[in-house]
């Protein structure tokens, strides 16, 4: 080409400049050899002047040269503290191969610029950006509030990624419908006891297992924290409006009856639980919810004898309640015959006394002091 090359080999300014304003492959070849040459780690000395040249016609000519090209430019930027921010923003919008390692890798992507690509850009482009390591509170809000399963899973399992009390708290909420979140949160560093108290309720034995191991519980601490997670669960959260909506079409309907309690608790709709039990029985939900989760049973079996509740379904109930707690197969059986035997001793009146004390004292020690007083009069 006759034209003196800088040191390292890469071409100067104005044959760049010149291929540039080339139409033909051959030369866009040559610009694309350049401009790779051009940005490897120790291959070229420029000044500040030729450096900002090279970048304006990298900026121009990004969108015309071939994904390939593309590709190697944005891998070569990724890296590059001192790469024009405009550029970086370009690549960073392309198609995901050429995106990816940008959005990965480069520190020069700002807050703003991560956000908008995360509210516009694809799938893969959200999922780039969990890959980064370092995410901010205000670009992992972003990606949560994309509804993106897999994009909110990734963002867990990023370790360098900060997530603020508020996001921590409604990932937690939709943890009891979206098993994925599980795991992952479980695991995050931010995750206070509290919450992890709450997930009690809804995680699976393993996790729940994991959950007393990380905070040092004991089995009875652990089913303290789960019996406090269900009264706090009670007390704070309201029925959703579909929860609401179909309580009141269960009463208007009439189809409030004792078998209904085993389905409402398999379904894991403790709320509409609590207000099956309150019609029922006539007593408050939260004595109605320290029954089902309190570990012996014993007061779940008079309130389901005083109800009607059929042995069989007590039995599916309390098992239900109980694989909510870490727990031993053998003894769950064990327990289980036991209450069996409980269970067909009561007769109905005598459990409809019980529960009639607990209408008058409906604090949970008490209920259970009446119930210890009803299992020693043989009731």
Same mark, same amino acid.
């Given at each position: 080409?006759?034209?003196?090359?800088?040191?390292?080999?890469?071409?100067?300014?104005?044959?760049?400049?010149?291929?540039?304003?080339?139409?033909?492959?051959?030369?866009?070849?040559?610009?694309?050899?350049?401009?790779?040459?051009?940005?490897?780690?120790?291959?070229?000395?420029?000044?500040?002047?030729?450096?900002?040249?090279?970048?304006?016609?990298?900026?121009?000519?990004?969108?015309?040269?071939?994904?390939?090209?593309?590709?190697?430019?944005?891998?070569?930027?990724?890296?590059?503290?001192?790469?024009?921010?405009?550029?970086?923003?370009?690549?960073?919008?392309?198609?995901?191969?050429?995106?990816?390692?940008?959005?990965?890798?480069?520190?020069?992507?700002?807050?703003?610029?991560?956000?908008?690509?995360?509210?516009?850009?694809?799938?893969?482009?959200?999922?780039?950006?969990?890959?980064?390591?370092?995410?901010?509170?205000?670009?992992?809000?972003?990606?949560?509030?994309?509804?993106?399963?897999?994009?909110?899973?990734?963002?867990?399992?990023?370790?360098?990624?900060?997530?603020?009390?508020?996001?921590?708290?409604?990932?937690?909420?939709?943890?009891?419908?979206?098993?994925?979140?599980?795991?992952?949160?479980?695991?995050?560093?931010?995750?206070?006891?509290?919450?992890?108290?709450?997930?009690?309720?809804?995680?699976?034995?393993?996790?729940?297992?994991?959950?007393?191991?990380?905070?040092?519980?004991?089995?009875?601490?652990?089913?303290?924290?789960?019996?406090?997670?269900?009264?706090?669960?009670?007390?704070?959260?309201?029925?959703?409006?579909?929860?609401?909506?179909?309580?009141?079409?269960?009463?208007?309907?009439?189809?409030?009856?004792?078998?209904?309690?085993?389905?409402?608790? %398999? $379904?894991? /709709?403790? #709320? =509409?639980?609590? @207000?099956?039990?309150?019609?029922?029985?006539?007593?408050? +939900?939260? *004595?109605?919810?320290?029954?089902?989760?309190?570990?012996?049973?014993?007061?779940?079996?008079?309130?389901?004898?005083?109800?009607?509740?059929?042995?069989?379904?007590?039995?599916?109930?309390?098992?239900?309640?109980?694989?909510?707690?870490?727990?031993?197969?053998?003894?769950?059986?064990?327990?289980?015959?036991?209450?069996?035997?409980?269970?067909?001793?009561?007769?109905?009146? %005598? $459990?409809? /006394?019980? #529960? =009639?004390?607990? @209408?008058?004292?409906?604090?949970?020690?008490?209920?259970? +002091?009446? *119930?210890?007083?009803?299992?020693?009069?043989?009731?």
């Amino acid at each position: 080409m006759g034209a003196k090359s800088l040191p390292g080999g890469v071409l100067p300014a104005e044959v760049l400049l010149s291929l540039a304003r080339s139409r033909s492959a051959e030369r866009r070849g040559q610009l694309a050899l350049a401009l790779t040459d051009l940005f490897r780690d120790g291959a070229a000395v420029l000044t500040d002047r030729e450096r900002a040249t090279m970048f304006d016609i990298l900026r121009r000519l990004v969108h015309e040269v071939e994904v390939s090209v593309r590709q190697s430019i944005a891998e070569h930027l990724a890296g590059d503290a001192a790469a024009p921010r405009g550029l970086i923003q370009d690549l960073a919008n392309d198609q995901i191969e050429v995106a990816w390692p940008i959005l990965v890798g480069s520190c020069v992507l700002e807050d703003i610029d991560l956000i908008e690509i995360v509210q516009q850009r694809s799938l893969e482009h959200k999922l780039a950006v969990t890959q980064r390591g370092s995410v901010s509170e205000a670009v992992a809000e972003a990606l949560v509030k994309s509804g993106e399963e897999s994009v909110i899973v990734s963002l867990l399992r990023n370790a360098n990624a900060r997530l603020s009390t508020a996001t921590m708290e409604y990932l937690v909420e939709q943890s009891q419908r979206v098993d994925a979140f599980q795991e992952p949160l479980l695991h995050r560093h931010e995750l206070p006891p509290d919450l992890a108290r709450r997930m009690l309720l809804w995680v699976s034995a393993a996790l729940r297992e994991d959950i007393v191991a990380r905070f040092g519980l004991s089995g009875t601490a652990a089913d303290d924290l789960l019996e406090g997670a269900v009264v706090e669960t009670l007390e704070t959260a309201a029925p959703s409006a579909k929860d609401a909506a179909l309580i009141r079409e269960i009463e208007k309907s009439g189809l409030i009856r004792p078998g209904l309690l085993r389905e409402v608790v %398999a $379904a894991g /709709q403790l #709320v =509409l639980y609590a @207000r099956v039990v309150e019609k029922l029985a006539g007593i408050g +939900r939260q *004595l109605a919810l320290r029954l089902l989760f309190e570990p012996s049973g014993d007061g779940l079996a008079v309130l389901c004898r005083a109800i009607d509740v059929s042995a069989e379904d007590f039995l599916e109930i309390y098992a239900i309640a109980r694989r909510a707690r870490p727990f031993n197969a053998d003894q769950l059986a064990a327990d289980c015959r036991r209450l069996n035997d409980f269970f067909r001793s009561l007769t109905s009146d %005598a $459990a409809r /006394q019980v #529960v =009639l004390r607990w @209408r008058r004292h409906p604090g949970y020690l008490a209920a259970l +002091r009446e *119930l210890q007083a009803a299992r020693g009069n043989h009731v």
